[in-house]
T-cell receptor, first 110, second 114 residues
C-alpha cells in the first residue's frame, strides 16, 4: 500500500535559519502530494500542494517540489520565523485515499 | 466559505460509555474523513465516507463506527469507551469528484475518557 516517511523530529532552529523537512513516499499510480501544518490546539491546515511530477508548491515562503525520480517532496523555507513553530505533516492523496506521515515538530527560537 | 465544523469541541466520558462526534463538511464537499490523533502521535486513519457510503476503514475495532447523512454531514460513534480512546478526533472533507483534491480539516473534538 501507499506510505509516507517523514524526517523524524523534533527540529529546533534559530530564527532566520534555513529549514528542510524531508519527505519520501511510495505509491501506485499518480498521487497528489501535500504539506499540512498544525498549530497547537488546532486542526491541520493545508500549506501547499503539488499534483504532478516536477510541480512546485509554494505558500508563505515554504516550497516543495514533486520529484518522481526520487519519490520525494521535501519542504524548505529560506528563513524561518518563531511563528513557524508547529507540527508539519507530509501527505499523499490518490483516488480519495489519503496517507499521512507521522509529523515533524519544528521549534524556532528567537 | 465556511470551513469544516466539528462538535462538540471537548467531550468528557467515563469508561464503558458511548461518545458521538459530529462533523459538517464544507459546502459542496461529498467526502468526509475521520482521524484519531493521540497526544504526541500522528494521524491514524479511521473512516472515509462518500455519498453516504463507507469507502474505506482503518485498522480500528468495530466499536468505532459512523455514518454519513444525505446532507453529507457525518457522525462518529465510539462504543464501550476505553482510556486509550482519549485523543483529538479530526474530521476532514474534500471534493470527491476532483481528482486527488486536498482534505480540509476541522479543529477537532478533544475526547477525554476517565
Amino acid at each position: 500500500g501507499d506510505s509516507v516517511t517523514q524526517m523524524e523530529g523534533p527540529v529546533t532552529l534559530s530564527e532566520e535559519a534555513f529549514l528542510t523537512i524531508n519527505c519520501t513516499y511510495t505509491a501506485t499510480g499518480y498521487p497528489s502530494l501535500f504539506w499540512y501544518v498544525q498549530y497547537p490546539g488546532e486542526g491541520l491546515q493545508l500549506l501547499l500542494k503539488a499534483t504532478k511530477a516536477d510541480d512546485k508548491g509554494s505558500n508563505k515562503g515554504f516550497e516543495a517540489t514533486y520529484r518522481k525520480e526520487t519519490t520525494s517532496f521535501h519542504l524548505e523555507k529560506g528563513s524561518v520565523q518563531v511563528s513557524d513553530s508547529a507540527v508539519y505533516f507530509c501527505a499523499l492523496i490518490h483516488a480519495g485515499k489519503s496517507t499521512f506521515g507521522d509529523g515533524t515538530t519544528l521549534t524556532v527560537k528567537p | 466559505e465556511a470551513g469544516v465544523t466539528q462538535s462538540p469541541t471537548h467531550l468528557i466520558k467515563t469508561r464503558g460509555q458511548q461518545a458521538t462526534l459530529r462533523c459538517s463538511p464544507i459546502s459542496g464537499h461529498t467526502s468526509v474523513y475521520w482521524y484519531q490523533q493521540a497526544l504526541g502521535l500522528g494521524l491514524q486513519f479511521l473512516l472515509w465516507y462518500d455519498e453516504g457510503e463507507e469507502r474505506n476503514r482503518g485498522n480500528f475495532p468495530p466499536r468505532f463506527s459512523g455514518r454519513q447523512f444525505p446532507n453529507y454531514s457525518s457522525e462518529l460513534n465510539v462504543n464501550a469507551l476505553e482510556l486509550e480512546d482519549s485523543a483529538l478526533y479530526l474530521c476532514a472533507s474534500s471534493h470527491r469528484d476532483r481528482f486527488n483534491s486536498p482534505l480540509h480539516f476541522g479543529n477537532g473534538t478533544r475526547l477525554t475518557v476517565t
